[in-house]
């Protein structure tokens, strides 16, 4: 690698399963709108067999992340573990296909590349069902140190801590960030996720991690308190740089001194949010790693989020770049 | 079955790989725009590997017709050729997902599961290359009598003329129907398609098709003019019912009587015209066999269309039943 990265990203590498619904589908399978609930391979496949037409494309938290930055011209890297099937193959060339380097080798044996299965529904919000898959054996043996020690970024999905092994992985690739003088960044993923690991992150938070990024229920779940102003202080205390996206109200951001308000881009439809805090995440870090003062980055943010739920999927269909040379 | 069928689709399952890309893409790779090249399993795995990000979803044109006309809320079915491996289980799930029967196994041996790629540039249209893999091994063996006799409408695309067994099969399905009573509905597929096969396709709307679906290059392609009045005049002689897509013009009905002309639909957006001849087929198709008039039948090939153009992918990501209670 000759040039250093701007961001390197950390995640589970999985591929969305998209089908459109109407809400009485999510109450006929029990699911909670707008959240994530890891599923087995059974009722994967049961719920596959169930859902509507679907669209098959990359997906992944950081891995979004990682592909948006991509596209805005970024320089980017991705660890995450799949299998050597169909799926994975699927994944890898998405992910190469916009220039990051993905050098994980896949898994050779064990479960299956990992399928998120996302119901749609009309008013555009997306509900997640994963099967994890090859994810869960990711560990501390897949960080590639080099590739972390390049970036100015290492970026990491809250959801890694629902498996021990990707805990250690965390773990092991925030030491060699900060050993080298590079920043950690911390999407916080899902507010169930957040329950799951609420004082695990919150001593995260506070002693590791740089730039937080969150939604509005995420850092209610963080903080449990339904005040979005306390939760604000909070994060004042706890960490130089958040991030707090709002939907159509836009972001906040907040450092140990300011707190800026960031307007939500104008969409030109909105068909499906998934991606849109991921997207938001990668714009933000691709102004950040150019040095662009944070508003910028907030704008970037928007930007990318906007593009993102215009359409069914979680990465850009179009040039990052291009769009930002329009605007 | 116990209904009748409105529709029975014969094609090539197909699914579909889409990316977007700039015009130089395809002058790099000697792609004509808007056109369908064959491509053998090497040339597939050369161009995935030079594809940007890919969107993976079914494909097939008359199994795009058969998905919108179920979509609508008819009754159909498929019949058409893909392997036991994983993009045919994807093929057979989003097919009888909508609803439509879709009886013929699937290959145990041979090649795989036909793919599409697509190339989408910024001005919406789309260039394809099919790796044709198991539908080429369709034949009339496949035709599922009882299937077709159930059928108001056989609809079969013009593509099956590209493999003699599939031809045969063409033959066989055409020939069951028209015993039952029923309708035959070609569609010309693409205008090169139409250069390879030009007298058998004007003996075939000569003597066999009933309802015959095409735009302005395919017809062009077909009487070897390009004035359009001379076209439309010959197509009286010929069929009982012709239906001529012109882009943003709309359409043109064409009876031995009468010259309809049909406005295009408003698209919300025009993002990827990959199956807007599918889907006006589609909407046609679902109106006549529904006993609506030809004015109405346009309009609900124009809405279809419509709908399908505004997302990436060839079919409806949301019920045309639903859009069209709106309308």
């Known amino acids: 690698m000759t040039d250093s990265l701007h961001v390197v990203g950390i995640g589970n590498a999985i591929v969305d399963v998209i089908a459109s619904a109407h809400d009485d589908f999510l109450t006929k399978h029990g699911m909670v709108k707008g959240t994530m609930q890891l ?22 938290s950081a891995a979004n992340t990682v592909a948006g930055i991509a596209s805005f011209g970024g320089r980017t890297g991705f660890i995450g573990r799949v299998r050597d099937d169909a799926l994975g193959a699927e994944f890898r060339h998405d992910i190469t296909a916009v220039g990051a380097h993905f050098t994980t080798p896949p898994a050779t044996q064990g479960p299956a590349t990992a399928r998120c299965l996302i119901v749609v529904t009309p008013d555009a919000q997306r509900t997640m069902n994963t099967y994890l898959g090859a994810c869960a054996d990711l560990g501390p043996e897949d960080i590639d140190a080099d590739l972390i020690r390049s ?17 250690e992985a965390f773990h092991r690739a925030s030491a060699l960030a900060h050993e080298a003088g590079a920043k950690v960044a911390l999407s916080l993923s899902d507010s169930f996720c957040v329950n799951r690991h609420r004082d695990a992150f919150l001593a995260l938070v506070d002693h590791h991690v740089d730039i937080l990024f969150a939604n509005e229920a995420e850092i209610a779940a963080l903080f449990e308190s339904s005040d979005f102003d306390t ?32 307007a939500a881009a104008p969409a030109a439809q909105v068909v ?45 269909q179009t040039s990052l770049r291009e769009l930002l040379a329009q605007a």
């Not at 599923?39 to 997906?59: H, N, P």
């Not at 836009?250 to 707190?259: A, K, L, Q, Y």
């Open 39 to 60: 599923i087995d391979e059974t009722k994967a496949e049961q719920l596959y067999a169930e859902m509507g037409s679907t669209i098959v494309t990359s997906g992944g």
């Open 151 to 167: 970036a100015r970024v290492t970026y990491l999905e809250g959801y890694l801590y629902d498996r021990e092994p990707a805990k």
């Open 231 to 262: 939760s604000i202080a909070r994060l004042r205390e706890l960490t130089a740089i958040a991030a707090v996206t709002r939907d159509v109200k836009g972001s906040v951001i907040v450092t140990p001194d300011r707190v800026i308000d960031v």
């Open 272 to 316: 499906d949010t998934t991606g849109a805090g991921d997207l938001y995440a990668a714009g933000f870090l691709f102004g950040l790693t150019n040095g662009e003062p944070l508003e910028t980055c907030g704008r970037l943010g928007s930007l990318a989020a906007a593009a993102v739920i215009s359409h069914v999927g979680a990465r850009p």
